[in-house]
């Protein structure tokens, strides 16, 4: 079993910035997947940033430049560094672990929510 627990949402201004970090325990593969995934209020679910655990990063077109995803394999935490963030920022961030190798593989935090004012 795998637990995944989030912190560092909050409220904050525009142009501000927030670190939100994901603590996992149980078994993480090395060829595990973490990510950070948001749902803004109304929408969809999507993705903002993943690595892998060679430091390969990916993210969405809207948060490149300002997000950073990052990786500590030692302490098993995933990190996301929020700069500039904006009010479309906004919604409920998820921690994500998946395993491409083994598509059950799946598990989510419970969430943080993070609120951008203009």
């Known amino acids: 079993q795998v637990q995944l627990v989030e912190s560092g949402g909050g409220l904050v201004q525009a142009g501000g910035s927030l670190r939100l970090s994901c603590a996992t325990s149980?078994?993480?593969?090395?060829?595990?997947?973490l990510g950070w995934y948001r749902q803004p209020p109304g929408k969809q679910r999507e993705l903002v940033a993943d690595i892998r655990s060679g430091g390969r990063t990916n993210y969405a077109d809207s948060v490149k430049g300002r997000f950073t995803i990052s990786r500590d394999n030692a302490k098993n935490t995933v990190y996301l560094q929020m700069n500039n963030l904006k009010p479309e920022d906004t919604g409920v961030y998820y921690c994500?672990?998946?395993?491409?190798?083994?598509?059950?593989?799946?598990?989510w935090g419970q969430g943080t929510q993070v609120t951008v004012s203009s």
């Open positions: 149980g078994t993480i593969f090395g060829s595990s997947v």
């Open positions: 994500n672990v998946n395993d491409p190798p083994r598509p059950w593989y799946v598990y």
